[in-house]
């Protein structure tokens, strides 16, 4: 595989997407996903908040770099080992596009190799049982336990791995200015404890709709 040439990705369709984000699949390989930040979003942003655009070092890459440097914590957790916590996406790195810098991670697959259903598809498909619901414990006490920070605990950040784990693929991180959760454990645990029981309310409030 050729690690160096930019990738090329506009020409290619989506296989995901969120408020900020597009998600492509590698070219040279199925497992691999990579997210660039949507061009539409960082217009609007930047039209909207000329701040961002003239002084900010890092610019739209700051969401590259709260994922990253969540997962680097969580390395650093269990230094030595491989493969990082089942309960995070794995970051693979940081490569170049046509469409600006990107990040590449490991996709969750189901079964049949296409991207793992999101907490939110299991809801709205019915598909939200005891073993999921049981899963999902164990990844909250994880993400309260954990000293990893937490911004964004929406049931399209969870993706479903077929072996039967919850995975966060998005949300990781602080986006506060003055990032003090990272040095207050309490805070930490009292803002991820509000993130909780916004989610439980999320899967309450779709589980109605449904
Ligand atoms: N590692 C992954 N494995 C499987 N699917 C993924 C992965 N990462 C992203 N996706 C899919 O792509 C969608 C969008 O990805 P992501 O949440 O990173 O984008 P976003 O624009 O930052 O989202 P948000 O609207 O939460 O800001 C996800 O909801 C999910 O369906
Ligand atoms: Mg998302």
């Not at 040439?5 to 290619?12: Q, R, V």
């Not at 259903?117 to 006490?141: C, I, M, N, S």
């Not at 954990?146 to 784990?165: E, F, K, R």
């Not at 991180?173 to 645990?189: E, F, K, T």
């Amino acid at each position: 595989m050729d690690l160096i040439t930019p990738l090329e990705l506009a020409s290619l369709d989506p296989v995901g997407q969120g408020a900020q984000k597009l998600v492509f699949r590698h070219p040279d390989d199925p497992r691999v996903l990579v997210k660039v930040i949507n061009p539409r979003f960082i217009e609007r942003h930047d039209r909207r908040d000329a701040f961002y655009k003239k002084r900010r070092r890092i610019g739209h890459n700051r969401a590259f770099a709260r994922e990253m440097i969540e997962h680097l914590v969580v390395r650093a957790l269990h230094p030595g080992r491989l493969a990082s916590c089942p309960h995070i996406q794995n970051i693979l790195g940081v490569v170049d596009t046509d469409m600006g810098a990107a990040l590449l991670v490991e996709a969750v697959l189901d079964e049949h190799g296409d991207l793992a259903p999101t907490l939110r598809d299991l809801v709205e498909t019915k598909r939200y049982g005891r073993r999921e619901q049981e899963a999902l414990e164990t990844f909250l006490d994880w993400a309260l336990t954990s000293t990893v920070l937490i911004n964004d605990l929406s049931a399209d950040n969870l993706a479903w791995h077929p072996d039967g784990h919850f995975v966060m693929i998005d949300g990781l991180g602080d986006r506060a200015g003055i990032p003090i959760r990272a040095v207050s454990p309490w805070l930490n645990r009292l803002y991820k404890r509000k993130k909780i029981r916004q989610l439980r309310e999320e899967i309450a409030r779709l589980r109605n709709d449904g």
